[in-house]
C-alpha cells in the first residue's frame, strides 16, 4: 500500500472524507470546532490536516494543506498533487466509508440477512465492518468511483 499518510479533515470536509477512505487513505473526520483538539490529536497520530477553515493558515507545528476549492474532484486533485499520491487500486475499499475503520472479509452466509437478495445471489465477496458492522460488496462505489477518478485525471 501507498496509502501510508493520514489525515484529519475539519467539519465542513465530510465527503472528502467518505472519498478519502473509499481511496484508502486513513482519514479522521473531525465534526467538532474544537480546533486544539484537532491538533492534539494531529500531532499524536502523525495526522495531516485537510481544511478550508482559516483557523489553520498560520499554524506551524502540524502539516496542514489548506483547500482551495469547495468542489470535492478540485480538492482530491489538490491533495493527490501535493502529496504526490497515487490512487492504489488494491487499497480502495479497504475502509468503512462511515467510520474509517478497516474491513474485515466475510463469508457471505454469516451476513445475509444484512444485504439485498439480489446482491447475496450476484457477489462472492463481501466485507463488514467490524466497528458499525455495515456490509461492503464489489460494487457499493464502483460507479461514482470511476466518475470521480475520470474527473480527477481529466484536468491534470
Ligand atoms: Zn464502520
Known sequence: MNNEKKFILTKELGRLAKWLRI????????????VSSLKILALRENRIVLTRSHWFEKEKHIKVIMLESEHLTEQLRQIIIKLALKIDEFAMFSRCTVCNTLLEQTPKEKIKDKIPEDVYNSQNVFNVCPQCKRAYWQGTHLDNVARVIEEIRDRK
Open 23 to 34: 481511496f484508502g487513505f486513513d482519514s479522521v473526520y473531525f465534526n467538532s470546532s474544537k
